[in-house]
């Protein structure tokens, strides 16, 4: 049985694990990454669903800490595909030399901390143990697919698969007869390609989901060129953004101050923009009012109902139950073109649901879909989902499964007090998923790596929020979701899709450039809601950290 001691752990490969290892190691902290996946990537390794590319552009959707590496790795679209983002880690996990400190196929079932030895015990699916006095958790957001719990599915004769577990050598519908569950964005994407291939499509959508226009296109070089010439000032603005992406500042005007004609100008003009941040930030009261917020709902209803030939599948594709924005917005690729294709059927499991899975298809409340191949875009155990699956537990004292049991409770998505040395990056309580997720997992990252260099250079060696600061820090993240029209809709943002899962809003909303700030603040007022104490008996020497 392998046994490693480290200083720090790092548990997940993808975006934000490699950039962790890169800044700790030179930090000189040893550090090794554990992913479960054969190859590194995390969410764009799992994810290999057709049609699967980000909806960020990638000018915007990659790594700054580089200047020789934003400038010198070319784009080929705006929006990059899946491979091609796939391609862009490997290369940073090359030209970083970061692989011999990756320990790929190995899948972190627990870490127990001791707190008399102040160290993390993790034990891997292989039995692989690592002892480390740090623990980063790089798991992601959106790494656990959900299947829903449907009758009968071991009994279908056909293939079946989800999309964040899609095979790496693809899957060929050509001539079959293919069901898609869901219409969120992974569906969105799949669905036009999907489309092209199957002899007959049938997308079973419960609720209509908001897509935007992507108008993706090769990359603009002479746009590329200017975009680079100008990374450094682009960068530092995103940070400052709510949503960390540049040229989209916090929003100073009003969607019910402007004249119908202005609005809807404003509105033409970002449809034919593509992109979902232009839409996200055009008004101050877009994700605040619910009056402002049905103009912008309204004006994609329309063009919904302009491009889908068959009225009734229009109306069954234009959403009604929520306010626009505050479920995640799709971006597609001609998605509502889609359904004039005499292929494609939308089938309406809502009025009608899916009862179960048969050995021929898919059982609805109406009838029965016979079909060859499903794929199921049916989203995550999103934010807590990976957190969870790996027994975390401090010997003796709380476990965090059972300490979340009604809602993840952190300080700034960073911590959890009860574990102490115990990082997330991008967890619950940050602006992760309603942010450009680099941006955030960058400024983890960076924040995480100054902590335990002040930690080390002051002689202390455990950190841990006080539960006073972080009663405090979920009471804010609630009071300024709930000050949105976020908790509207039934999203993975509250939990919605797993049943039972409780519902709390989850990732913070109070923008980027705010929450970033806050947390430079409590780094330099010496962390504030932090506890932390040098090495042995902690009451005795506590002590106040003083940021560097
Ligand atoms: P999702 O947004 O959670 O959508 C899941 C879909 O499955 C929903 O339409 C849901 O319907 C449906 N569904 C679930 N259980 C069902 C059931 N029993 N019967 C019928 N329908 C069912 O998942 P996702 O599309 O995979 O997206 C998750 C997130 O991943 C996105 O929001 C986004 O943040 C990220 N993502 C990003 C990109 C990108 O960057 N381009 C691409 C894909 C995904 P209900 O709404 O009725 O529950």
Request: proline share 5%; charged share 25%.
């Amino acid at each position: 049985m392998a046994k490693v001691n480290l200083d720090v752990a790092v548990v997940g490969g993808g975006l934000g694990g490699l950039y962790a290892l890169y800044r700790l190691r030179r930090l000189g902290f040893t550090t090794r990454v554990f992913e479960a996946g054969s190859g590194v990537g995390g969410t764009w390794f799992w994810n290999r669903y057709p049609g699967a590319r980000c909806d960020i552009e990638s000018l915007e959707y990659s790594y700054s800490f580089s200047e020789e590496l934003q400038s010198e790795w070319r784009w080929p679209e705006r929006y990059a595909t899946q491979p091609v983002i796939l391609q862009y880690i490997n290369h940073v996990a090359d030209r970083f030399d970061l692989r011999r400190d990756v320990e790929l196929n190995t899948r972190i079932a627990s870490a127990v901390y001791d707190r008399a030895a102040n160290r993390w015990t993790l034990t891997a699916g292989d039995g692989t143990i690592i002892s480390a006095r740090y623990c980063v958790m790089a798991t992601g957001n959106l790494s656990t697919p959900r299947v829903p719990d449907f009758k009968g599915l071991e009994s279908f004769q056909g293939k079946w698969h989800h999309s964040g577990l899609w095979p790496a050598e693809g899957v060929d519908f050509t001539g079959q007869r293919v069901g898609v569950i869901g219409t969120g964005s992974t569906a969105i994407q799949m669905i036009p390609l999907i489309a092209r291939q199957a002899s007959h499509l049938y997308v079973f959508q419960r609720t209509a989901n908001f897509s935007l226009p992507a108008r993706n296109a090769a990359m603009d070089v002479e746009r590329e060129r200017q975009h680079k010439a100008d990374y450094a000032r682009r960068r530092d603005e995103a940070r400052t953004t709510p949503f960390g992406v540049s040229g989209y500042p916090l929003p100073t005007q009003s969607a019910l101050a402007a004249s119908p004609e202005e609005r809807r100008r404003n509105y033409e003009r970002l449809w034919d923009e593509g992109g979902t941040i232009g839409f996200l930030t055009c008004y101050n009261d877009f994700l605040v009012s619910e009056e402002a917020n049905e103009t912008a709902a309204e004006f994609v209803r329309e063009q919904i109902r302009r491009t889908v030939h068959d009225p009734k599948v229009a109306e069954l594709l234009a959403p009604k139950d929520h306010p626009i924005g505050s479920k995640r917005l799709c971006l597609d690729t001609g998605y509502y073109e889609t359904y004039n294709r005499d292929n494609v059927t939308l089938v309406d499991a809502r009025s009608a649901p899916i009862e179960e899975i048969t050995p021929r298809g898919v059982l609805t409340a109406d009838r029965e879909y016979e079909l060859d191949a499903i794929a199921f875009a049916t989203g995550f155990d999103a934010m807590t989902g990976a957190l969870r699956e790996i027994d975390i537990r401090v010997e003796g004292g709380e476990v965090l499964a059972e300490k979340w049991v009604g809602g993840p409770l952190t300080y700034l998505g960073l911590m959890s007090a009860g574990f102490p040395n115990l990082f997330m990056i991008t967890g619950p309580g940050s602006p992760s998923v309603k942010s450009q997720m680099i941006v955030s997992i960058e400024q983890h990252v960076d924040w995480i790596a100054r902590c335990l260099d002040d930690l080390r250079t002051q002689g202390l060696a455990r950190i841990e929020p006080t539960a006073d600061a972080e009663v405090a820090w979920v009471a804010h993240v609630n009071q300024v979701a709930d000050s949105t029209l976020y908790p509207r809709a039934n999203s993975w943002y509250v939990g919605a899709n797993i049943p039972g899962k409780p519902r709390v809003f989850m990732p913070y909303v109070g923008g980027v450039g705010a929450y970033r700030r806050r947390c430079d603040e409590i780094a330099a007022n010496g962390y504030e809601g932090f506890e932390v104490t040098a090495e042995g008996n902690a009451a005795l020497r506590q002590r106040t950290l003083s940021a560097a």
